[in-house]
């Protein structure tokens, strides 16, 4: 293991469910680090506007504990996309462009971490976010800042972190994959 390309794992997570708890603890860190962005902008996104997505009362550390949770379950999403043939296959893949050729499947995974950050971003609180809270009449709308600047930034924190914890933790070398992009 002297390059970095042979380098996948610090922990050796290597079982056939190792995915999913790379990717719960890489989703709860990532959420972590999110939430700290937004306690820093603004606090009631985190005390009030999470719970009452789900009808609740702004009580205590309620809010944390769901925003936790949404990091768990996107974290168990993203840690079955890359360890699964079609994703796996592409980040394993040796590309014949020379930078790319000496990233090593572990920059791989952090940028894959990176894109699925983007993608939350552009798909919960851009689109299924209104339609949720049109649909149960909360007033929680105006709290939330969907496009905002800062809600770009704490997604793509979210996944690059949680790709960086991914990548540290679970050994992807024992998964075989085709090679989706070699004829």
């Given at each position: 293991m002297s390059t970095e390309s042979d380098t996948v794992s610090a922990f050796g997570i290597s079982s056939s469910w190792g995915w999913s708890i790379g990717g719960i603890?890489?989703?709860v860190i990532g959420a972590a680090a999110f939430g700290?962005?937004?306690?820093?902008v603004d606090p009631e996104i985190l005390s009030g506007a999470?719970?009452?997505?789900?009808?609740l009362e702004a009580v205590g550390v309620v809010g944390w504990g769901i925003h936790l949770a949404h990091g768990a379950v996107l974290g168990l999403?993203?840690?079955?996309?890359?360890?699964?043939d079609p994703v796996l296959g592409v980040l394993k893949t040796t590309p014949e462009t020379e930078v790319l050729s000496r990233t090593g499947v572990t920059l791989r995974v952090i940028a894959a971490g990176f894109v699925f950050g983007l993608a939350i971003w552009a798909i919960l609180p851009l689109i299924v976010l209104p339609v949720w809270l049109e649909t149960i009449g909360t007033q929680a709308a105006g709290d939330f800042p969907g496009i905002a600047i800062e809600s770009l930034i704490g997604h793509v924190l979210f996944g690059t972190v949680l790709g960086i914890v991914f990548a540290i933790g679970v050994d992807l070398r024992d998964r075989t994959s085709g090679t989706p992009l070699e004829e």
């Open positions: 603890v890489g989703g700290l962005i937004m306690w820093l999470i719970p009452a997505i789900y009808g999403v993203f840690g079955y996309v890359v360890s699964r």
